[in-house]
């Protein structure tokens, strides 16, 4: 294992396919839920978005004895521009996979259609109220985390950032069937900011499928650093990642640990 890997807090479990992946994922953070609900009688997470998403997210909303009326919901990102109604709208997204399937009732958005400083104050203001008890996070295939593209600022103290997408980034948009063409993906987005993601007291990262395993090897193999976000995960003192055996494909095998 390199020296990066040594210093790494980030836990490794890596799952035979997607579904039993997003299974034990959507345990832990079940169980994270209903701790943060009895400790503090109310729990605030951050939902991620995307295809590497879906089935966690149906694994979530099935988990027992949640009372969603104490769970409070802010969102990692959304595009510049982008109306709920569009398909790739990571708003509808989240209304239709999460929201409306479990209750959720207090959430906040981020409008993608409406000023982004005055969205980036609104929100920032809810999320300032207290701490994030847990956040469900992906990595992309360049490595970003949230819309964080390499080279991430990881300094930034801002809760959320208008950033400029790069064209990895995008391109991943139209693989994954948002998009008809690149031209069609926004060139903007407002994501939390890295440093805002770290303040989660606990941190699921969801990471299937063989398209995610270089960004993966970067991840917990490479050097921690802005042209890898992700990377800096592994300097989070709760976090875990789950893999499936795609995504885990290029890890050395000191770095493989299957999950029990």
């Not at 039993?20 to 943060?36: G, M, P, T, V």
Request: glycine letters at 4%; hydrophobic letters at 45%; a neutral charge.
């Amino acid at each position: 294992m390199n020296r990066e890997a040594r210093n790494a807090l980030l836990k490794v479990k890596m799952f035979s396919d997607k579904p039993a992946l997003a299974a034990a994922a959507a345990k832990h953070a079940a169980a994270s839920i209903r701790e943060a609900i009895q400790s503090r009688h109310h729990a605030r997470i951050i939902a991620a978005t995307g295809t590497s998403q879906l089935e966690f997210l149906e694994a979530l909303t099935k988990a027992p004895n949640i009372d969603w009326r104490c769970v409070e919901m802010f969102h990692l990102d959304e595009y510049v521009g982008m109306p709920m109604s569009h398909p790739a709208s990571f708003r509808k997204f989240l209304l239709e996979r999460l929201i409306q399937k479990v209750g959720i009732t207090n959430y906040h958005f981020l409008d993608g259609d409406s000023d982004p400083s005055t969205v980036i104050d609104r929100v920032a203001t809810a999320l300032a109220a207290s701490p994030i008890d847990v956040a469900f996070v992906g990595i992309g295939e360049n490595g970003h985390l949230a819309f964080n593209d390499p080279p991430a600022d990881f300094e930034n103290e801002e809760p959320y950032l208008i950033v400029n997408l790069d064209e990895a980034c995008r391109r991943q948009q139209v693989g994954e069937g948002w998009f008809a063409s690149i031209a069609d993906v926004p060139k903007r987005a407002i994501s939390m900011s890295v440093r805002q993601i770290l303040k989660a007291r606990d941190i699921i990262v969801v990471v299937p499928d063989s398209r995610k395993a270089k960004a993966v090897q970067a991840c917990l193999e490479g050097d921690i650093s802005p042209m890898s976000p992700a990377s800096i995960l592994r300097r989070h003192p709760n976090a875990t990642i789950y893999l499936d055996s795609n995504s885990a494909a290029l890890l050395t095998h000191t770095n493989r640990h299957t999950a029990p």
